[in-house]
């Protein structure tokens, strides 16, 4: 079962959750997010260290058809965990070429569509990519689940995405929209989850079920997890 840690940014907290041991960590490059990641250290180990000065630099590079030497900080090894997490980007309604830039320069192994992007794009992002710039580029449909019939939007992108996030609004109704999705893409699950609900998390089953998403039921300020918490409900869950 994956455990997704969305809304990363800072380096010692990235450090941290890539030692627990978790199978995805995910980056917010949605520029109205409060969780936008502008820069990460290189101090974070797993992930190259770019600005928005330096994404520019590189754009110049590739427009001369040139290469820097130097195109990322030396990185420090984690012994903490033979695990390396999947690094996701986390998009809404972005252009492409933006999205490419950071699968390019934070080395994404995948991609996550947050806004209403169509599979169209999708398809064009991924002609893009593969093979020269990731060949095995994963891409996470999110669908925001207000009702249970929001649910059957996965038809849309079934030949096209790889894997959805079900963003779930109202908790209540998890598992009766759970059990309502008869779709063939794995999903990852999201809706609010915090420390108190491993042993709910226990209780849900489907066989698309991927994995779960932790995010800002973790935090004691936008970006900011409490680590403590966080590894004792990952090692709760995986009791």
């Given at each position: 079962m994956i455990i997704k840690v969305?809304?990363?940014r800072e380096a010692s907290q990235i450090r941290d959750v890539a030692a627990m041991g978790v199978g995805m960590m995910a980056f917010d490059f949605r520029k109205e997010s409060e969780?936008?990641?502008r820069m990460i250290s290189s101090q974070a180990g797993i992930i190259p260290d770019y600005s928005e000065q330096r994404l520019a630099a590189s754009r110049g590079y590739e427009a001369r058809g040139e290469r820097g030497e130097n195109r990322y900080e030396t990185q420090p090894t984690t012994t903490e965990s033979t695990l390396v997490p999947q690094k996701v980007g986390v998009f809404a309604d972005d252009m492409p070429q933006n999205i490419i830039t950071r699968i390019?320069?934070?080395q994404l192994d995948a991609v996550q569509?947050?806004?209403c992007e169509l599979p169209v794009m999708i398809d064009n992002l991924r002609r893009s990519v593969?093979?020269?710039?990731?060949?095995?580029?994963?891409?996470?449909k999110t669908l925001h689940i207000h009702e249970a019939a929001d649910v059957d939007a996965w038809k849309d992108?079934?030949?096209?995405?790889?894997m959805l996030l079900l963003e779930i609004k109202n908790r209540e109704h998890v598992k009766d929209i759970v059990a309502r999705?008869?779709?063939?893409?794995p999903f990852l699950l999201s809706y609010g989850?915090?420390?108190?609900?491993a042993d709910f998390q226990k209780t849900i089953s489907h066989p698309m079920l991927a994995g779960f998403d932790l995010d800002e039921g973790f935090e004691t300020a936008p970006a900011v997890k409490d680590i403590a918490r966080l590894q004792a409900f990952i090692q709760q869950f995986s009791l």
């Open positions: 969305s809304g990363l969780r936008f990641v390019y320069n934070y569509l947050d806004g593969v093979p020269d710039i990731c060949p095995n580029i994963i891409i996470i992108y079934e030949h096209h995405a790889d999705y008869n779709g063939t893409l989850i915090g420390p108190d609900d």
